[in-house]
């Protein structure tokens, strides 16, 4: 099945900083990406759908503004949390559509852990 | 999005086969049913998807009912590393998929 990549798998940071995830489909191109946030013991839950050249569509209760999504190329959409607090500290996972092979099928990358002291 | 529902949680036995059931009587034509399942720490993994015919790759087999309204996904000889949790999603392609609790899938010696 396709392949899609997040970057960092793990990351530490201060409160206050701000962190930037990438996400890459390594062997098809996506329009469309999603990014989810997962928290200890819960489901995924959507955060935000990622544009290829438009701007990113938030989910109700998402701040624009503080989670800033830039979808540049057809496999690469990149996820910065700025200003991060302890509350954001979570599994940020992306996802992205495989659309038009054989079979439409979405992929979901590894995984980013944050952790903001 | 059609909802789902499924177990909350099931165990297997190593090397038995593992069925798991799945809900989704709101299902509209063009839903397809989709199944992933998620390892501790890990980003969702695909297992398999179908539209109405049954389905069966290397992973497992997805049986759908004839009315489309539930499906069971088959684990046909269930390892340790099979343990995770399971979700069964129904969906357009091409949109944002909504996960629901999943099931607990824990495989046992």
């Known amino acids: 099945g396709a392949v899609v990549s997040q970057h960092p798998s793990r990351v530490i940071c201060k409160s206050g900083t701000s962190v930037k995830i990438e996400c890459r489909s390594l062997?098809?191109?996506?329009?469309?990406m999603f990014w989810y946030r997962q928290f200890p013991k819960k489901s995924l839950m959507l955060m935000a759908t990622?544009?290829?050249?438009?701007?990113?569509?938030?989910e109700q209760g998402v701040e624009k503004d503080k989670f800033l999504i830039n979808h540049a190329s057809l496999t690469l959409s990149t996820l910065t949390v700025t200003s991060a607090h302890p509350e954001d500290s979570s599994f940020y996972i992306c996802?992205?559509?495989?659309?038009?092979?054989?079979?439409?099928?979405?992929?979901f990358g590894p995984g980013t852990r944050l952790t903001v002291l | 999005d059609a909802k789902t529902t499924q177990p909350t949680s099931m165990d297997c036995a190593e090397g038995r086969a593992a069925n798991l059931p799945c809900n989704h009587s709101?299902?509209?034509?063009?839903?397809?049913v989709y199944w992933y399942r998620q390892i501790h720490s890990q980003g969702p993994q695909y297992i398999i998807h179908?539209?109405?015919n049954n389905e069966t790759n290397e992973m497992a087999s997805l049986i759908i009912t004839e009315d489309r309204k539930s499906s069971t996904l088959i684990l046909p000889h269930a390892t340790l590393r099979d343990t995770a949790v399971y979700y069964c999603?129904?969906?357009?392609?091409?949109?944002?998929?909504?996960f629901g609790g999943g099931t607990r899938l824990m495989v046992k010696p």
């Open positions: 999603i129904v969906n357009n392609a091409g949109n944002m998929l909504t």
């Open positions: 062997d098809f191109q996506a329009t469309t």
């Open positions: 179908g539209l109405k």
């Open positions: 996802s992205a559509w495989e659309i038009g092979r054989s079979t439409d099928t979405q992929y």
């Open positions: 709101t299902i509209s034509g063009n839903e397809y």
């Open positions: 990622s544009n290829e050249g438009s701007k990113a569509t938030y």
